[in-house]
């Protein structure tokens, strides 16, 4: 198991901790003066912070005007894309779904987000592509 250590940090919430060590994706320590580990990254003072959460997104929504030739709502309101969903929606398909739904969840992770709390589409029932 390779573990990092970052020092050099200024820890979001923590003024004593300038150190801390990461094991398998996970933080494992905080503090100052933590042992020696197999790679040592120096974060010249940078801040460090808990990751993102996307409270409200809809994975199932994602990027679906886009597949309609456009590049999201014209206007860049709600109530357009609200307005185009209907005739797009008619085409989804479970794979069109999932492919959209992780291009959206992959562009979310790269801009730090580590949570996100999705909210679907499930009418009408019988359908259920979503």
């Given at each position: ?48 912070l808990p990751p993102y959460v996307d409270p409200h ?27 185009l969903w209907p005739q797009f929606k008619k085409t ?39």
């Amino acid at each position: 198991m390779k573990k990092k250590k970052f020092f050099n940090a200024k820890i979001y919430r923590n003024d004593s901790a300038t150190e801390m060590i990461v094991e398998n994706g996970k933080i494992t320590h905080l503090g100052t003066n933590l042992p020696k580990c197999d790679e040592e990254i120096d974060l010249n003072g940078k801040l460090v912070l808990p990751p993102y959460v996307d409270p409200h997104l809809h994975l199932d929504y994602v990027y679906t005007l886009s597949e309609l030739g456009q590049e999201g709502a014209g206007s860049g309101t709600l109530f357009e894309a609200i307005e185009l969903w209907p005739q797009f929606k008619k085409t989804l398909t479970v794979e069109s779904v999932k492919r959209l739904a992780m291009k959206g969840i992959k562009d979310e992770v790269s801009q730090g987000v580590q949570h996100i709390r999705t909210h679907i589409d499930v009418l009408p029932i019988l359908t259920l592509r979503h």
